[in-house]
């Protein structure tokens, strides 16, 4: 179960891409995927960039330069080459949104280091489902995927839940594998604050991390921190009896997403003020998209 910490404050948000960049152009170089991490594992059809080349990765790999282990890694873009020498181009597939835009609605020295857009986008590049269908369906799943995570992560200021006496209170002993990290490694982290020993367990076997033994990883790395956001939004329910994902795409709307996230601590008039704030958000992300928000607003 995740459990939301922070309230924040509603202003001008961001328009987002989470499409997988196109191949190089005869006049301009592909974007440059998420930069190379050592500590970062990567599988099948993962992608990265080095030295101004983008890669992909064929198996596993740790700790592996795609720029000098030719086993593992691929060349993705033409020629290798990716950044149109410098240049931020923008991502295509409908959601305009460059570094410098990121940077505009989330300055750096407000945001936490660990909310990079880099790794947003190598993160959403591993979740074909996410921002899949329709242009409206598109614009409104990230929109909605935006908002809560802008409100959960305190408008990206915050890594971990706030409330540092209540950390003890994610560990369930009575699961078999228990809490190795110990009895409060399991609090909120990352941008919808992954929560519970048994969260962190299955989110790391999904993605291929053991974030049970070392769960500060979400804390720590970006695309990790992202790659939870976007296996929650895609295949937890939660307190809900859908993913955010089916209720942003289909008939519950944005309320069912927040369903989906905190259910009964937000949901049927229990904490209408969050609910208003994570509405509100929406709103100003379907405005800037200039796409209906559908229905069902509120949980």
């Keep these: 179960m995740l459990r939301q910490r922070f309230l924040a404050s509603v202003g001008a948000l961001l328009v987002g891409t989470l499409a997988a960049i196109a191949p190089a152009t005869a006049s301009q170089a592909a974007a440059c995927a998420g930069a190379w991490s050592a500590s970062q594992v990567y599988v099948g059809e993962n992608v990265a960039s080095q030295n101004g080349h983008n890669y992909r990765a064929k198996w596993w790999t740790q700790n592996e330069s795609p720029a000098t282990h030719s086993g593992p890694w691929d060349v993705w873009a033409d020629q290798g080459a990716c950044g149109g020498g410098g240049e931020d181009p923008p991502p295509t597939g409908g ?120 769960p500060d990883q979400v804390k720590n790395v970006s695309s990790i921190a992202y790659q939870t956001a976007f296996w929650y939004w895609l295949t937890q329910n939660g307190p809900s009896t859908m993913t955010a994902h089916a209720a942003i795409t289909g008939s519950a709307g944005f309320g069912g997403t927040i369903r989906a996230i905190n259910g009964t601590l937000e949901c049927n008039g229990a904490n209408p003020a969050q609910v208003q704030n994570r509405v509100n958000a929406y709103l100003s992300f379907t405005q800037l998209f200039g796409v209906d928000p559908g229905g069902n607003l509120y949980c």
């Design 95 to 214: 959601f305009p949104l460059s570094q410098a835009q990121f940077d505009q609605r989330w300055p750096a020295s407000q945001r936490a280091s660990l909310y990079t857009y880099s790794g947003l986008i190598e993160a959403a590049n591993r979740f074909p489902a996410f921002g899949s269908g329709s242009d409206v369906t598109k614009k409104r799943e990230v929109a909605a995927f935006l908002a809560n995570v802008d409100h959960e992560s305190g408008q990206l200021r915050y890594t971990e839940e706030q409330d540092v006496p209540g950390w003890g209170r994610y560990c369930d002993w009575s699961r078999p594998y228990g809490c190795p990290a110990g009895q409060t490694a399991y609090h909120g982290r990352g941008p919808i604050q992954l929560s519970w020993n048994y969260n962190y367990k299955a989110a790391g076997d999904y993605l291929g991390i053991d974030l049970l033994n070392n």
